[in-house]
């Protein structure tokens, strides 16, 4: 039986989606926050959560945007891969690019997860930090009990874009094949669309099935 609870807020014009995962002790954790952050806010607030940390799969522009905000608001730790530390620094340009929008603030991160130890422990969730290049350098997927958030390496009847700065075809198919070794029955939450089930993608996903052959 799961101990957490998981609320997805869809933001922006790629509809990304950020995740509010929180635990019995009404501790909670927000993987890649985007924009809304008001929903973000209210959401915390009204179920009295107390924020223990972000921690992003992936450093794209539109998984980041609240970062800044939300650490100064919360003093809480961000968490990112080192090799995405780039990609984070680069948010406003691509921001410009892809939107059109104002500037957000860059934070700084807090701790890399190629440069800690591993399990992550924070509060009272402990995180399987599960390597998977490809989508870009450090994207990264995490596994908190039986919810596999998979960032956009693996998307419900697609896989991540490849046709980016840092994208990499052969190492996403790395990825993908070991994220296929994994427990069938794990629930996935994407970072964009709906979410699924590892089985499913794995019996009708076909770009999915094409590159882990």
């Known amino acids: ?8 807020i869809v933001n922006g014009k790629w509809a990304e989606n950020c995740y509010i995962v929180s635990n019995r002790h009404n501790q909670a954790l ?15 607030k009204d179920n009295n959560l107390s924020l223990s940390a972000i921690i992003n799969t992936h ?8 970062v800044a905000d939300l650490v100064k608001k919360y003093q809480c730790p961000f968490y990112l891969h080192s090799k995405d530390e780039r990609l984070l620094k680069s948010a406003n340009l691509y921001m410009t690019l892809f939107e059109g929008e104002e500037k957000i603030g860059i934070p700084v ?4 997860f190629d440069k800690i130890t591993l399990p992550l422990i924070i509060d009272d969730f402990e995180i399987q930090v599960l390597f998977s290049p490809g989508h870009t350098e450090g994207s990264v997927c995490f596994l908190i009990e039986n919810a596999l958030f998979t960032g956009d390496t693996l998307l419900k009847n697609t896989i991540g874009r490849i046709d980016l700065p840092g994208a990499n075809k052969e190492k996403l ?3 993908l094949q070991m994220l296929s070794r994994l427990n069938g029955s794990l629930e996935v939450y994407p970072g964009h669309g709906e979410q699924t089930t590892l089985e499913r993608e794995l019996s009708f996903n076909e770009r999915f099935i094409e590159l882990i052959a």
């Open 109 to 112: 991160v807090d701790f890399h």
């Open 59 to 66: 450093g794209h522009f539109d998984h980041v945007v609240s």
């Open 173 to 175: 198919s790395i990825s």
């Open 1 to 8: 039986m799961t101990s957490i609870s998981i609320h997805r």
């Open 30 to 44: 927000i993987i890649d926050p985007g924009g809304n952050l008001n929903l973000m806010c209210d959401y915390l």
